[in-house]
T-cell receptor, first 111, second 117 residues
Framework: LAKTTQPISMDSYEGQEVNITCSHN???????ITWYQQFPSQGPRFIIQ???TKVTNEVASLFIPADRKSSTLSLPRVSLSDTAVYYC????????????FGGGTRVLVKP | EPEVTQTPSHQVTQMGQEVILRCVPI?????FYWYRQILGQKVEFLVS????????KSEIFDDQFSVERPDGSNFTLKIRSTKLEDSAMYFC???????????????FGNGTRLTVT
């Protein structure tokens, strides 16, 4: 299973763009990159998933360079309600059903 | 949007007692999971379940733990003899296909907070 490394925490202000980079140097060919968001006392919530290049949905964008050894989650114009822990996960069907959460990045959005 | 629901939201039990945590996964999902999160720590994988059998389990999931899908809708986690260190949030999740495959994210419930005294 590919190990991921993310910053422990990031501070931002309302209206700013937040970019969280995750390193996954030993990502396997079949691995997908998935990001989850977790608010206190709630279960993680799926944000976005990608394999390569760029993926965008109504919530975020995910940028994956050609070597796929890292990925960047971009949250445009954050609000106070985006304060949460963000997790980067890497895995595939070949790795089985044992997807592991790392420590995540605690994002604090200030007014 | 369909949700994973978990009951109870909070369970208090005494050390040595058995507890059963209940989950109703999303109806068309085929894969089911239990994770736990000790207060202030990261989300830890416990077990995954497919086709009425365990497909993966972690070292945390020892003989004290068991899972069951007793009918077509419920998915349960049983802890036979609870210990103080079992106190945590327990999250159930489900997915359409194996996690990590494209378009198969995990859908989590809001958890059961288990407090062992």
């Amino acid at each position: 299973l590919a190990k991921t490394t993310q910053p422990i925490s990031m501070d931002s202000y309302e209206g700013q763009e937040v970019n969280i980079t995750c390193s996954h140097n030993n990502i396997a060919t079949n691995d997908y990159i998935t990001w989850y968001q977790q608010f206190p006392s709630q279960g993680p919530r799926f944000i976005i998933q990608g394999y390569k290049t760029k993926v965008t949905n109504e919530v975020a964008s995910l940028f994956i360079p050609a070597d796929r050894k890292s990925s960047t989650l971009s949250l445009p114009r954050v609000s106070l309600s985006d304060t949460a822990v963000y997790y980067c996960l890497v895995g595939s069907k070949a790795a089985g059903n044992k997807l592991t959460f790392g420590g995540g990045t605690r994002v604090l959005v200030k007014p | 949007e369909p949700e994973v629901t978990q009951t109870p939201s909070h369970q208090v039990t005494q050390m040595g007692q058995e507890v059963i945590l209940r989950c109703v996964p999303i109806s068309n999902h085929l894969y089911f999971y239990w994770y736990r999160q000790i207060l202030g720590q990261k989300v830890e994988f416990l077990v995954s379940f497919y086709n009425n059998e365990i497909s993966e389990k972690s070292e945390i999931f020892d003989d004290q733990f068991s899972v069951e899908r007793p009918d077509g809708s419920n998915f349960t986690l049983k802890i036979r003899s609870t210990k103080l260190e079992d106190s945590a949030m327990y999250f159930c999740a489900s997915s359409e296909v194996t996690q990590g495959a494209k378009n198969s994210p995990l859908h989590f419930g809001n958890g059961t907070r288990l407090t062992v005294t």
